[in-house]
């Protein structure tokens, strides 16, 4: 099926603008509450490096946990296999900030994509690089190909300031012997990163490896075949926290969330896909940009279960 992708986008907008306005925007993070609550945007961009666009798709917006790929994909880059022994790779169950199973489970994350799991990949990155948040930034650069992607310094302070959970977790898992370097260290670092600024077409851009077996258009390889394919598992599994299955059964694609609004989306061998939308439902996931992911998958028939 030959699909206009550009007009699809055009009709999703103007279907979600009609949506009642549901959900609140994330207030945990106070420089997070001002965000203008009823914005929309989308875009898509196809493995031969063509970005279309919907609504507010080239306003930038608090990333969140979308970073947690990013981060994930530079700690493999370095690290390798043996990241493995310190990260799980299974669904947690429960919400991204929660402490219960860590101690059961002595001080290993279930996955790389709850707050505890991305922690430890920050140590493992603090380890690696003297300015860590910075180095996930320069990935970030490299994978657009330009600069100027930068951290709302504004955000990743006011995250830190109320950072005390994040701060419970490291300090449990460093008992544990699973984060080796300093907590405060480790948390200046997640909070910078997930602290970084980008738009819907910058995502979909950056993300395209994804897509596209571990290389950028051009043919930079950034991780093998096999990382990327274990890589959209775990997004497809882990990437919507305690929403991984309902996301699965509604848009059937691997995706990252964030409580910035941001919902990352790959479509293997074809596209990724962004879509951005600040109310977030109980899980700490847009409800527009889910919504507007799960008629792009039925419309344009992208879903990965056929
Ligand atoms: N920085 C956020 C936190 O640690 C990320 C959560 C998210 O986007 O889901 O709470």
Redesign the pocket.
């Known amino acids: 099926m030959t699909v206009d992708y550009a007009a699809l986008l055009q009709t999703i907008a103007a279907e979600v603008a009609t949506l009642a306005p549901e959900g609140a925007v994330a207030e945990y993070i106070p420089a997070l509450a001002r965000v203008v609550p009823d914005q929309f945007g989308m875009a898509v961009a196809t493995v031969d490096g063509v970005v279309h666009r919907a609504g507010t798709a080239d306003v930038p917006f608090s990333i969140?946990?979308i970073s947690k790929l990013f981060a994930l994909a530079l700690a493999l880059r370095r690290e390798g296999e043996a990241l493995w022994r310190r990260v799980g790779r299974e669904p947690s169950g429960t919400p991204?900030?929660s402490l219960v199973l860590l101690e059961r489970e002595r001080g290993i994350p279930r996955n790389p994509f709850v707050?505890a799991g991305a922690l430890v990949v920050t140590d493992v990155l603090c380890r690696r690089f003297l300015q860590p948040e910075r180095a996930v930034l320069e990935f970030v650069h490299g994978l657009l190909g330009r600069s100027g992607v930068g951290i709302d310094a504004e955000v990743a302070r006011s995250?830190r300031r109320h950072s005390d959970r994040?701060a419970a977790i490291a300090h449990f898992m460093r008992s544990f012997g699973n984060l080796h370097g300093e907590v405060g260290a480790v948390l200046d670092a997640y909070c910078a990163h997930?602290a970084i600024a980008m738009s819907c077409a910058e995502l979909a851009e950056a993300a395209l490896f994804l897509a596209a077996d571990g290389c950028q258009p051009g043919g930079t390889r950034i991780l093998e075949a096999a990382d990327v394919r274990r890589l959209n598992a775990l997004m497809l599994t882990c990437g919507a926290y305690d929403a991984a299955g309902d996301f699965a059964f509604r848009i059937g694609l691997p995706t990252k969330?964030?409580?910035?609004g941001g919902i990352l989306a790959i479509v293997p061998g074809r596209m990724s896909i962004c879509a951005w939308s600040p109310r977030l439902d109980a899980n700490?996931n847009s409800i527009a940009a889910a919504a507007a992911l799960e008629r792009f998958a039925a419309m344009a028939g992208v879903s990965i279960f056929g």
């Open positions: 969140q946990s991204f900030n707050n995250e994040n997930c969330t964030g409580v910035g700490g």
